[in-house]
């Protein structure tokens, strides 16, 4: 199976992703986390991101889709499911090719639909473990131990562009260019929208809903 979770910032696709590796054992490529992983190691391409991502604009689609591309192909499993990416129309079309070449293509994609008012809260009270990327919540999605990851027992931490200024302009980046891959992907019929305002097991349970049937299918 290969998926795409789209979603705003804070809808919840990081928090989905893990429970559906947990579930069908696939490989979970998260862009975000790529950039993340690359700036820590001082990489070439984590530098050239850094503004783009300081400032909730979005790292340009040439570098982006190279990037995702070669972590594709370095994958021990040919079934994944990718989060926060593609996150342009462009990036939808140049990734199809890529995979076409390759005679794959995506099998399903997961639109978590969530209210503008709901994603500041959710993405101010995200917290995130340094060590594992467990993602917690100061309110909805407590560890057992405030402040303490439960797997590594490190200190979380908050997002740099957590801060409400820059989810601002991330939410304005989301409106502007990734709501057009939605429709990039509804023109191939693999697109199911899922109610993400919901609590976390809720929305659990919709998405294992739709991967059941097509793994039946
Ligand atoms: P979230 O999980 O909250 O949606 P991400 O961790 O996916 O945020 O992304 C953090 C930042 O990394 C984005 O604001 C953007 O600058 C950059 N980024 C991540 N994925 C992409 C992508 N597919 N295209 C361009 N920029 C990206
Ligand atoms: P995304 O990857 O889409 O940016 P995350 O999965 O990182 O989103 O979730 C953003 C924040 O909201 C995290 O703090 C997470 O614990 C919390 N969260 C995720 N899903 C839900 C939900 N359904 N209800 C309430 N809080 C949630």
Excluded: W
């Excluded at 190279?66 to 192909?73: F, G, L, P, Q, T």
């Amino acid at each position: 199976m290969r998926i795409v979770l789209l979603g705003a910032p804070g809808a919840g696709k990081g928090t989905q992703c893990k429970r559906i590796v947990a579930k069908y054992g696939l490989l979970h490529l998260s862009s975000g986390d790529i950039l993340r992983q690359e700036r820590a190691a001082g990489s070439e391409l984590g530098k050239k991101a850094q503004r783009y991502m300081d400032s909730g604009a979005l790292v340009p689609d040439e570098i982006i889709v190279k990037m995702m591309v070669s972590a594709i192909r370095e994958a021990p499993k040919a079934d994944f499911v990718l989060d926060g990416f593609p996150r342009t129309a462009n990036q939808a079309s140049e990734f199809d090719k890529s995979l076409a070449s390759n005679g794959e293509k995506i099998d399903i994609v997961l639109n978590l639909k969530i209210d503008d008012r709901i994603v500041a809260e959710r993405m101010t009270g995200r917290r995130s473990c340094p060590k594992c990327g467990a993602v917690y919540h100061i309110e909805n999605l407590k560890p057992k131990v405030e402040g303490i990851c439960d797997k590594e027992g490190s200190k979380l931490i908050q997002r740099p562009d957590d801060s409400p200024e820059v989810v601002a302009n991330r939410l304005k980046t989301y409106h502007l260019q990734t709501e057009p891959v939605v429709d990039y992907y509804k023109n191939n019929n693999i697109v199911y929208d899922i109610d993400a305002n919901k609590d976390a097991d809720e929305v659990g349970a919709l998405v294992f809903e739709k991967l059941d049937a097509l793994v039946k299918a």
